[in-house]
């Protein structure tokens, strides 16, 4: 069952389903035909996030537990709403031992468990490794009854190997506890990225898929779950497989998959899915609202401050600093696959076609194209086939190397313009040319009319508000280039790609809190691995960084928020534009939660924080009355935009087919983005600071399809030939269907 537009809501011990299913009166009143929900199954306690996941069998007990599960899906069903739910096929948690019951039985039977084969092990390695150990040193081991600890860590003992000292009866079980640090280079299980306490599952072995799936296909069934979202498919063995089977087990839903594409590459067209979870559209439409002119300026800056401009030099070093050491342990176990070249040569040879992937992985055979040209120039050509062990590792770890090293390293390196470096985005491609913006859409309601759009999620860098913002910039980067350099002088962060990050963040977020702009300085500065990094912290360096925030804010803070009120307007202009755009274009469009207003968020988890329903309610309770607000701090035009193009597609999907785009003719023709679907047009502003600079809307007019028109947003009618400055002179966006109010 295809929603005609979802919301996501981010779930956990704090926002419980009795919460989510606290608003779902707000959401239907707001237009949203779906409740799409963060992982319900059972995860570690106190998970903000629920990909965590212990126990397949049932629903979060933090979160309600099974009863409170199906009390929200029995409201959604009530109200006409459907429910997506995200499911985590790849990994499970094994943080906490003993509250995945797979696990601990392979920890205290090893091979002989049932469930040896459930998880990714290399056994031919010998003892299953766990880095949890704060040194080299066992003293600190102690033997309870039948458990071994570590702290507060607990582990099985295995039948019969519980007498002795407590380094005697470790040493008999069937796993070694070791250092922490020698995670990365020794670890003989598959994990989830780079963290060990996220351990693969062999979901492409069927007793897995079922032990894994039983309870969300029988909600599926049941028609609790409308829809699914399936969580990193990239980490599969055979992702095409695993579709064929999701399908088969759920006929009738929803389903889209976090499949990031580069630009221009398609969606394997034999997976039997509804489309991806929208980050190629993301790109697109915030891409549209850039001015490319705006790169030399941007560029030049960078290369002033002392940034490599380069971002492919940038993205190989990054992805080579991954292959060396954060997954040392997966590239080495490929290596082992190698055969003609000694082990060394063998390593080397893979982690060149890890770090010389065009895409995040292919997919064999449909993506032939990508392997080979990653794969020849590693000289692996000749070893590798589709469907052997090799292949299939290489295409596992690829999009493992690719994501670790673009975008949680090389995205916070190449800090040119951070507006574009968001996941599935190309930092080197400066804005979006209409044309191919257009190209895009058309082929997206012509190929994947059921994918899902998106502008900001919960793994968004920055959110959709933030980079209409900064999209500002591109169209003044000289009066940002003197703002960076006056505030430099005297407040620059010793590190120059998070210094010139820094200043388009504070611009971006702005007004932010120094605790919340801390926190994202930290996490910048950990994740770009130049000066300091999650495992090997550099303490001065990051209290220096700590004190940036309190420091700025009360000697600049003046300075900064006058620069902000001079963008600010046109950020609201971009930020009304690409809303509008992917909540009329084709694909269904999701809205994140509290993004209905201006949301104004950095990565996460500042995406995370707590929405207030209540403010959202009384607004939308004003529009439901008539009032047309202004467009100023309180994001009630937004919502208006949201609130109206939400319920139109609810209410009269007809309009919600087809696709043409629209051209305006005169002297501010370049700052008109529009499109026609099926008795509806879409009217955006682009580039509004040019436009403002060139005169403004004068003598410029548009031609819409045949009929007479009333914007739902403003309630002007008009005919087929209208002038821009007519039709956007309340707001900035137009949304028109055809007849009268």
């Known amino acids: 069952m295809t929603p005609r537009s979802t919301y996501r809501v981010q779930l956990r011990p704090s926002f419980t389903f009795a919460a989510a299913e606290s608003v779902v009166d707000y959401l239907r009143a707001l237009g949203v035909d779906a409740l799409y929900c963060s992982p319900v199954l059972d995860a570690v306690p106190g998970s903000t996030h629920g990909y965590d996941v212990v126990d397949h069998g049932h629903a979060r007990p933090e979160l309600g537990g099974d009863a409170g599960f199906l009390a929200l899906a029995g409201k959604l069903r009530a109200d006409g709403l459907g429910m997506v739910v995200d499911i985590v096929p790849n990994h499970m948690s094994v943080e906490v031992p003993s509250l995945n019951r797979w696990w601990w039985d392979v920890l205290r039977h090893g091979r002989s468990s049932r469930y040896a084969s459930y998880f990714d092990i290399d056994w031919a390695r010998g003892r299953l490794l766990l880095p949890v150990l704060g040194s080299d040193s066992l003293d600190d081991l102690t033997v309870d009854g039948d458990e071994l600890h570590y702290y507060e860590h607990r582990f099985p003992i295995a039948p019969g190997t519980g007498d002795g000292t407590p380094t005697q009866v470790h040493d008999r079980q069937h796993y070694e506890l070791v250092n922490w640090r020698r995670g990365n280079a020794e670890l003989n299980y598959r994990r989830f990225f780079d963290i060990t306490t996220l351990a693969a599952v062999r979901v492409e072995d069927p007793e897995v898929f079922d032990a894994t799936h039983g309870a969300v296909l029988r909600w599926v069934a049941d028609g609790h779950v409308t829809g699914l979202r399936v969580d990193h498919p990239d980490g599969l063995a055979d992702p095409g497989g695993y579709f064929r089977r999701l399908r ?4 009738d839903a929803w389903l889209v998959v976090e499949k990031i594409l580069a630009p221009g590459e398609p969606l394997p067209a034999n997976w039997p899915v509804d489309g ?29 401050s002392g940034l490599d401009t380069d971002f492919a030099a940038v993205t190989e070093r990054s992805r080579r600093l991954v292959t060396d050491t954060i997954l040392v342990a997966e590239v080495h176990r490929i290596a082992r696959l190698v055969s003609g070249v000694d082990q060394d040569t063998a390593a080397e040879h893979v982690a060149r076609t890890m770090i010389d992937f065009p895409v995040y992985r292919s997919y064999l055979p449909e993506g032939e194209r990508y392997w080979a040209r990653a794969v020849s120039g590693a000289e692996l050509d000749r070893q590798v086939r589709a469907g052997g062990e090799l292949a299939t590792r290489v295409q ?23 507006a574009l470096n968001e996941v599935g985005g190309s930092p080197e491609r400066f804005g979006v040319p209409v044309a191919d913006f257009h190209a895009a859409a058309t082929a997206r309601e012509s190929g994947w009319p059921r994918t899902m759009t998106t502008l900001s999620t919960h793994d968004t860098k920055r959110s959709e508000d933030v980079r209409a913002r900064l999209a500002v910039l591109a169209e003044m980067p000289d009066e940002f280039a003197a703002a960076v350099t006056r505030w430099s002088a005297t407040h620059a962060i010793d590190e120059p790609a998070l210094n010139l990050l820094a200043w388009q963040s504070l611009v971006g977020a702005w007004p932010i809190s120094a605790e919340r702009m801390r926190d994202y300085l930290l996490k910048a500065a950990r994740e770009a691995k130049l000066r300091t990094s999650w495992t090997a912290a550099d303490e001065p360096f990051e209290q220096a960084v700590a004190a940036w925030p309190d420091r700025v804010i009360a000697e600049l803070g003046g300075d900064v928020g006058q620069f902000v009120a001079h963008i600010s307007g046109p950020g609201w202009s971009n930020a009304l534009g690409q809303k509008l755009v992917q909540l009329t274009g084709p694909g269904v469009p999701d809205v994140y939660q509290g993004s209905e207003l201006w949301d104004l968020s950095l990565v996460d988890p500042d995406n995370r924080r707590p929405v207030d329903y209540d403010v959202r309610r009384a607004l939308l309770a004003m529009l439901n009355d008539g009032w047309l607000p202004p467009v100023d701090d309180s994001g009630a035009a937004k919502l208006l935009v949201v609130h109206k193009a939400l319920t139109l597609r609810r209410d009269r999907p007809e309009l919600f087919t087809g696709y043409r785009p629209l051209t305006a003719d005169g002297p501010a023709a370049d700052h008109v983005l529009a499109f026609a679907r099926t008795g509806l047009v879409t ?25 007479r028109w009333t914007d739902v947003l403003s309630g002007m009618a008009c005919d087929d030939v209208v002038t821009p400055a007519d039709l956007l002179a309340r707001y900035p966006v137009a949304l028109l269907v055809r007849g009268e109010r």
């Open 248 to 251: 088969a087990g759920a006929p």
């Open 276 to 304: 991806t979870t929208g980050y190629d559209t993301l790109g697109e439409i915030c891409g549209v609202f850039v001015d490319p002119a705006g790169a030399a300026g941007f560029t030049e800056l960078a290369g002033r």
């Open 396 to 418: 596992q770890t690829s999009g493992m190397v690719v994501a670790k090293g673009t975008e949680d390293t090389a995205f916070y390196r190449y800090s040119r313009f951070v």
């Open 683 to 707: 009217v955006t502003t682009r580039l509004p600071v040019g436009l403002a600079a060139s005169g403004g809307w004068r003598d410029t007019v548009l031609a819409l399809p045949a009929g």
